[in-house]
């Protein structure tokens, strides 16, 4: 294996380009976690479906598929709204592993629907200039994952200023932190995990439809996705959005460097071995906490 510092340094830039997208993709996850304490098994076929919505737009519009979140977005905000109310407010109560259990069938249930309509091949939207070459100061930043980092700061700051600034925001981050309290003062815990749950699927909306401009994607894409980004909720700190941030860096770096190190059957292997050795330096998480 021939080392070149430049590379390396290339690595290590891509490595840090790349986690912000896969940060992008576990704030949602992050999000429900840290509000209802509920793991959403479906996560990554949401983002998938997000992909394939995309897909399918850009099919029958001629829509750029950047453009295309902003149909794609409220869309998924809607099914999660709709989805927390009609399905997971009614198992809540149960307690125990109810919610995990739906969320895991509703996974499967997505998988056969998106092979079904969409076939098992492989499917993508990478637009052409997403295949530029860039080249600074001896630096080669891939397009794709440049725009997963730019998009990941953006929302990162947009969910953090709706937690610190509305009254929603604060109200979400009430409730898990004094049920009690929160109802005293009026808030309907119900009603703010309905929004949760949107809130958490428009950014799994807008993190699927960057994945499949960064990746090719198959109907059964969905559970590799859900895996990752549990690794980086769990790396940053469950509930924590910077966190997942932090995590999600840390996940690019070792699926860039496993890569390089490895090859790519042995990638996803090095991220898990990654994952294992930071929890078990702080198995709370880098950041375990609050929203």
Do not use: W
């Not at 109907?219 to 995590?247: A, E, H, I, Q, W």
Request: charged share 10%; with cysteine.
């Amino acid at each position: 294996m021939d080392v070149n510092i430049l590379n390396i340094i290339n690595l290590l830039f891509n490595g840090f380009l790349l986690g912000g997208l896969f940060a992008l993709a576990a704030f949602g996850l992050s999000v429900l976690a840290g509000i209802m304490r509920v793991i959403n098994i479906a996560h990554g076929d949401f983002a998938i479906l997000a992909a394939y919505l995309s897909f399918t737009i850009m099919d029958f519009l001629g829509m750029d598929p950047l453009l295309s979140i902003l149909i794609v977005a409220p869309i998924m905000f809607a099914v999660g709204y709709l989805f927390q109310k009609f399905t997971i407010n009614r198992v809540l109560p149960m307690g125990g592993n109810q919610p995990v259990l739906v969320t895991f069938a509703l996974s499967i249930v997505i998988q056969n629907i998106l092979l079904l309509v969409f076939t098992a091949d492989a499917r993508s939207i990478i637009p052409s200039y997403m295949l530029i070459n860039i080249d600074v100061l001896g630096l080669s930043p891939s397009p794709r994952y440049l725009l997963g980092f730019v998009s990941a700061l953006i929302v990162f700051i947009a969910v953090f200023l709706f937690f610190k600034k509305t009254y929603l925001g604060k109200a979400m981050r009430a409730v898990p932190f004094d049920p009690e309290a929160a109802k005293m003062l009026g808030i309907k815990s119900e009603v703010v995990y309905n929004y949760a749950a949107g809130l958490a699927l428009l950014v799994v909306g807008i993190a699927g439809v960057l994945l499949g401009m960064t990746f090719t994607f198959y109907p059964d894409t969905g559970p590799t996705y859900v895996l990752l980004s549990f690794g980086v909720v769990v790396m940053g700190g469950l509930g924590s959005l910077k966190g997942s941030l932090v995590g999600g860096f840390i996940m690019g770096e070792a699926l860039v460097f496993g890569g390089y190190l490895f090859g790519s059957r042995f990638q996803l292997m090095f991220c898990y071995l990654v994952i294992l050795a930071i929890l078990y330096l702080r198995p709370q998480g880098i950041f375990g906490g609050k929203l």
